[in-house]
């Protein structure tokens, strides 16, 4: 009888199979640089901190550099799952719960 593995390795395992099909990290990009820009995302553009815009331009150029010239980034050089932080999602957060404090304001 086959054991069962926890949820949370499936849920890991899964989570880093779906991240690789993305194929974003062979260009080391991070989840954060692929968002649509909705006007909140641009808001939240706005309010990072210059460091992490210039990270994020730098890692923006440089993956449509590699498209133009169809390559990919050395496997050494992907971004790796596990070291793939979400630095937008704070400011995100942020710019969310501002626009829900003014619609609930604008209600009273």
């Known amino acids: 009888m ?3 593995r926890p949820n949370f390795i499936l849920n890991s395992s ?5 991240y690789n099909l ?3 990290n062979q260009y080391g990009l991070r989840h954060d640089d692929c968002l649509y820009e ?3 995302v641009k808001e939240a553009l706005r309010r ?3 460091h992490l ?3 994020r331009t730098f890692r923006i150029v440089r993956a449509m ?7 990919v980034l050395p496997k050494e050089q992907w971004t790796k799952f596990e070291e793939d932080t979400h630095y937008l999602r704070p400011y ?3 710019v969310l719960k501002e626009i829900k404090e003014k619609k609930d304001w604008d209600k009273q």
Request: proline fraction near 7%; charged fraction near 30%.
């Open 2 to 4: 086959a054991t069962r």
């Open 14 to 18: 899964w989570k880093q199979w779906a």
């Open 22 to 24: 993305s194929r974003f």
């Open 38 to 40: 909705t006007p909140e």
């Open 48 to 50: 990072l901190p210059a």
């Open 53 to 55: 815009v210039d990270e």
């Open 65 to 71: 550099q590699l498209s133009c010239n169809k390559v």
């Open 92 to 94: 995100l957060d942020e």
